[in-house]
């Protein structure tokens, strides 16, 4: 059994059955709206701010070729997704050796923190601006959306896809009286397409405006979210869902295109046309929209927008982090843990550099973040054009030639211009450093190793044979070895399942005590907060899903031979579980562990200890 990429989400919302051609487009509508935002976010506004008031609208020519980058490479990456039904982390997962995918999974786990790094830094100085709250406060207000994923998602798909479509909303009105107010020169605007560099500054920020928009994670995300579609797998219906895909990307990144824009445009209306060179703050734009545009409704617009932009890449911010983990590992974790995780490794060293520095260098933090997120996106661009180019894994959906040669273009523009913001950097740190033999052993070994790495998966195809390897990408392993004994001793046993690589030990250990004349008792706690609130009267994703796998078990153990029931509970285990024995006359429960204990049991959950003294019969566990 192959694990499927947000389980809990997957083939949720279905395409057919649609009676207009309006309803079918409009089923597939949503997923490059949640990609939209990524290319809208915090960040974005800090290198569009210092793009215009600095160069004015000289580096628009970056923001349409990013654009068109992008919406390239999305599109890409939903095919992926839709033809081989797996995300870019599984596919990698799929094709590389355990070492080379743990390197590529802390690379990108490195830029969703360099993506949250804005998030939360935007979010913060929005609700500085709107509020007053310090900004130390507002970093850590950001905390309290931890939660806010569970609940959308719990709440299905389609309404976290309005959720985030009324925030693109907001932002897009905001930016629409923005251009009103500003009045910017269209001819000077349409010269602003014109490609030009003016200086190493320029490059510096164009850079980062293009990690802004074309972003590593939102390809890992595309790739998972259109599997959220339900439709029909023959060769018609994939290439109806890719035609439709395309149409939503191309909507969506356009409208996040005109986002961009307008803030360049904004900055350059107002702070280059008055000689203010120096604004990269987010914080000083505000200050300075007022008296320079002559209505308060442009700082409190602009402000609102902030939030909401910060707001809704938090949401995708996370889900991209679930699948990276989930891909990479073949790891699940609590989401709330999944998402602190995330959150504290952007909140630590915005606290920590806003204490020491100050405020001032928020909008330097926010370009940094960019520029990391443009190192990284070769690391995922070079596999994903590799996969989507391969015949065997697309199954006859392969790009064209033309396509294949247009993704490599970018692909060779975006690392080149990497290779030299990092050589440049690094000149410079060499140059200016009172010890540079620090650096010779530390920033110039790990460029360099960053380098083969880079060459490894560029080339690395072309000389590998053909294998084809079956991996298993959940924690849901079915594939499970059962030993067979005529010892019979217990008539009733309980066994508790999670549908992890636990199970075969616990069962198989059942199976000794009871043989093939035994009744067994299959058990599963669904554990999702809407089983915690709702009880047995959930109809989520996950409960359907787990229903599914324990009628797998049942059927399976039973072709080989053995007298099974099922048990699906609702709440936390260590208290449903005991509340199921108790109520039925078994002869004793069986239950697996993982073998973690301490730190390992706040990640992952523990249940043994608190079963063991809640039940009246004995506990067989078995450690796996």
Known sequence: MKGKSLEEVNQSISTQNKTSLFRKVLAFFGPAYLISVGYMDPGNWATDIAGGSQFGYALLWVLLMSNIMALLLQSLSARLGIVTQLDLAQASRDTYSKFVNYILYFLAEIAIAACDLAEVLGMAIGINLLFGLPLIQG???????????????????????????????????????????????????????????????????????????????????????????????????IKQALKYNFIDSAIALNLAFFVNAAILILAAATFYKNGMFEVAEIQDAYKFLQPYLGTQWAPILFAVALIAAGQSSTVTGTLAGQIIMEGYLN???QPWVRRIITRLIAIVPAVIVISVFGEGVTGKMLIFSQVILSLQLGFAIIPLIHFVSD?????GFEISLPTKIAAWVIAAIIVSLNAKLVFDELQGWLESAEHPIILWLTAVPAAIGFLILLLYIVFNPFFRKATHRIVNHSPHNLALKFSKTPAYNKKNIAVSVDFSAADESALNNAFEMGGQEAHYTLIHVVETVGAMYYGGGIEDHE????????????????????????????????????????ETP??????GTHGHTGFKDLLFGTTVNKVRHKINIPLFIVKN
């Open 543 to 582: 409960t359907n899903i787990d229903k599914k796998l324990l009628e797998d078990y049942k059927i399976m153990l039973t072709e080989k031979g053995y007298h099974i029931e099922t048990r699906l509970g609702f709440g936390k285990p260590d208290k449903v579980i005991p509340e199921i024995v108790n």
């Open 331 to 333: 790891l699940r974790i």
């Open 586 to 591: 078994f002869d004793v429960l069986v239950m």
């Open 391 to 395: 015949k065997h894994k697309m199954k």
């Open 139 to 237: 970093v850590m207000i950001t905390v309290l959306d931890t939660f806010l994923l569970l609940f959308l998602i719990n709440k299905g798909m389609r309404k976290m896809e309005a959720f985030i479509i009324a925030l693109v909303a907001i932002i897009g009105v905001s930016f629409i009286f923005e251009m009103i107010f500003a009045q910017p020169e269209l001819p000077k605007v349409l010269a602003g397409l014109i490609p030009s560099i003016p200086n190493e500054t320029a490059l510096y920020i164009a850079i980062g405006i293009i990690g802004a928009t074309v972003m590593p994670h939102n390809l890992y995300l595309h790739s998972s979210l259109v599997q959220t579609r339900k439709f029909d797998r023959s060769d018609a219906g």
